[in-house]
């Protein structure tokens, strides 16, 4: 078995490398030509960056060039609600990306705007120096593999793969009798523009001013080109010899030239997926787009393919954009990481930077195992959490409240007191094969721990935690997200000393509480009473008030920032929450407040494992 | 207990199919006797005077009357059907991509012709027709037209029934795949969404020319002068073996048409199946096209 896999990998290799040589030639001729040919390419002026000192780019920055695709301002609204708010990033040339977050977060959506088969609501895609928005997904040079592969059943696997090409079209450029190019009016670069001004007259984001500046940029355009013919091109299909020469290179790619003949519905489920990779790269695009596609996989298949992909990408040099919710898939196949939450991007980093530095506690909760505190900075490099002071790595300042990771791997455990040692006392022990997890008690308050050393369940244990451990991050601004919640046995959601009344059912599909206060689905009942689960609140649900009398959570005002139209609040409770408020209403810090929240606007996720609670 | 309930199993099969088939192979005998009295063997002519004999095929060949409303029926069958499929499916797929709220009244709209009384469509077009005659048109409207125009609204909706689960089945982003591999809209639909659906396009086609094969009512009704039968009124199968009732027994001609009838669609069914089965087999092989390509220039080199 594992020679074969060798010499399927020898294989592709060569394929991979034949691919290359074969297509060198007849690209390089081909490419400037493409660059000037492609109907709608536009230049879009660009503002001289030495002149105007605020389009300068920040230090992170990279130049234009660099980037394949940037999606400035996005913002996507499906029946009034805001799925992707303001989206800002690019993706370097030949770069894997890696979109990741829960469902809903709207990773997929932006996979779409960028395939063509959503369109933004306000904003621009620029594909290699134009924007894309206006283009239709057969006229965009992005491909996607789906995530049920969506093979035309009709087709055999040479068909599959042969569709895309059958219906490409080369431009070749008109040339009179003497050899001049033929100029024409370009209708199709006008039609672009027009549908620019279509889009723009809807835009629901971006003020007055702008839109009336962006639609007569447009119009200018339009006059120009109606006045300025530019030379013409015909389309020529591919003929049937290059078509199959470019299905044949495919196919050894991904290993399956000796499947051409083979109906897609004998295929299982590894080859179909080979099948739709193949359909996409053999179009040679400049981006890849892949939707989740080993969802369908089963494990081991699933950790042959991340490898497989990653070489392909490596070899092709396409950049690619992968969507998937497994944060370890990510981590493994990435260049950089794309984490979002709620139609936000919360970080962009290296899988590394992602891992070691989140930038919020949603970041360090869906990454990995973690354990997140809240702490007050004590000192320099000093911080306070789990009733004790740690010394760290990072500055922050004096008495800011701020929420601190601790990974599961970086506490080290003693059956002996020593120096910079705390106590705590086992509460479980689970064996996962090269590990031990424990949760271990400080007070009222929880540490996980991954330890190869065994511990009696029940016993005290010593920990030690040394700077590098320990990450300090800001508090999260643009998300409440609560990460030590319990259900008590009232089925109510407790935060800190805080109950509400949260309806149970929403955490398990068509569940349904019976007359005992046990969570019923299916087969299965479940006693919550106990369970740990994460909760989430947006600023802007959260209602804030001067009258205490009548608020679920008092607390005082910890610091309030001004941003553009709302003031975001810091709200501190005695109980050492702190909850992050949206309201156009001014507070002053130390303020004493009231804050509600509509218990249907706490989105909650379970935390520990639920068939422990099982009746 | 095993063998018993396996025994009332096989029985209710058999009964059924003898209920089907008997009579069917009954009709077939019978259609080589010349008795114009149903269930009296005549004798005394045929082979050997025992009365079998093609005297009845002979006269349905003969028969001109016959002949103009097999023609009628066959054209009126496969015009309306073509319509009829065309819109169905139309619809099927119109109802497929719109918001669910619009699908619900699509499919409550198109369920009532199916489940209403035939002779309630053939009632309200009349009138309609009518109306729309002396109102606007200041003549009688009764044609071809009106016929076609009752067969179609007649058989549209099980296009639809037909269709829609072929949609339903279908894979969501089978669709947006065609359109990322370079087929416009339209190309998407011919290339990808047809195919998928076509054994419920088809199944709806011969659904719709069987309901109009055989339909009285709404023939009867709306029909007028047109087609085969000149200046008079269209007369189709069922219509003309209605009015030869009417005055006495069944010309005996009609059992060697439905004999004819029966063997045509006998032969469809399984000439589709064999079809089928030859096609699943054979399978395109475009390593062999390859080579026989890579020997064609090998020759002219």
Known sequence: MKERNERLTRRTRAAIASLFRRSGEPREKEEPQAVQVTPEAIQTPQPAPSVTPESTPAPTDIPDADKIIELKHVTKVFDGVKVIDDENFYVRRGEFLTLLGPSGCGKSTTLRMIAGFETPSSGDIILDGRDIVPVPPYKRPVNTVFQHYALFPNLDVYGNVAFGLKLKKVPVALKDKEGNPVLKINRSKIRYFRRQIARFEKDPVISQEEKERRIQEFQDQI?????????????????????????????????????????????????????????????????????????ALDLKMRKDMQLELKEMHRKLGITFIYVTHDQEEALTMSDRVMVMSNGLIQQIGTPTEIYNEPKNAFVADFIGDSNIYNGVMTGARKVRFLGREFTCVDDFPLNQRVDVVVRPEDVELFDQAGEGTFAGHIDSCVFKGIFFQYSIMVGSQEVIVKSTRAFPEGSTVFMRISPNG????????????????????????????????????????????????????????????????????????????????????????????????????????SDDEDYVVSTPYAFTAEDTVGLSIPAERIVLKVKGDLSAHEV | MVTFKKVLAQSFIWILLALIYLPILLLIVWSFNSSTVLGVWQTGNGVNGSGLTGEVYEALFRSEEIGRALGNTVIVALSSATVATLLGTMGAMGAYYCKRRTTAIIEAVNQI???????????????????????????????????????????????????????????????????????????????????????????????????????????????????????????????????????????????????????????IAVGYTIFNNVRAKRGSSHSSKRAKALARAEGRR
């Not at chain 1, 804030?544 to 910890?558: F, K, L, M, P, Y």
């Not at chain 2, 037909?162 to 370079?182: F, G, H, I, M, T």
């Not at chain 2, 002068?225 to 010309?251: A, C, N, R």
């Open chain 1, 223 to 295: 006059d120009y080109l109606k006045t300025h013919p530019e030379p013409a091109y015909r389309n020529r299909k591919l003929t049937d010899e290059e078509i199959d020469d470019r299905v044949m290179r495919a196919l050894q790619i991904v290993d399956l030239d000796e499947m051409e003949d083979r109906s897609i519905t004998k295929l299982s489920g590894g080859q179909q997926q080979r099948v739709a990779i193949a359909r996409a790269i053999c179009l040679e695009p400049k981006i890849l787009l892949l939707d989740e596609p080993l969802g």
């Open chain 1, 470 to 573: 320990i990450h300090i991050m800001n508090k999260e601004l643009s998300l409440n997200v609560f990460t030590d919640c319990v259900i008590d046995k009232h089925n109510q959601l407790t935060v800190g000393e805080a109950t509400f009344d949260i309806d149970v059912t929403k955490l398990l599909p068509n569940s349904k509480l019976d007359d005992d206060g046990y969570l019923v689905q299916g087969e299965h009942r479940y006693d919550l009473s106990g369970l740990k689960v994460t909760a989430t609140i947006r600023p802007e649900d959260v209602r804030i008030t001067d009258d205490t009398s009548e608020a679920q959570v008092t607390g005082t005002v910890d610091s309030s920032v001004w941003k553009g139209d709302h003031y975001l609040l810091v709200v501190h409770t």
């Open chain 2, 113 to 267: 012709p199916v489940v209403n009384a035939e002779v309630i469509i053939a009632m309200s077009l009349t009138v309609m027709f009518v109306m729309v005659g002396n109102i606007i048109f200041h003549e009688n409207l009764f044609s071809f037209w009106t016929l076609l125009i009752g067969h179609v609204v007649l058989s549209a909706p099980f296009v639809y029934l037909n269709v829609k689960p072929k949609l339903l089945q279908l894979d969501p982003s089978l669709y947006e795949a065609a359109l990322d591999l370079n087929a416009t809209p339209s190309l998407a639909v011919r290339k990808v969404i047809i195919p998928q659906i076509l054994p419920g396009i088809l199944s709806g086609f011969m659904l719709a020319i069987s309901l109009s094969l055989d339909d009285f009512i709404v023939t009867a009704f709306t029909s007028g002068p047109g087609l085969l039968s000149g200046q008079g009124t269209i007369v189709t199968l069922s219509t003309y073996v209605q009015s030869k009732i009417k005055k006495g027994p069944v010309p005996a001609e009609m059992r060697a048409l439905t004999t004819f009838i029966f063997l045509l669609v006998v032969g």
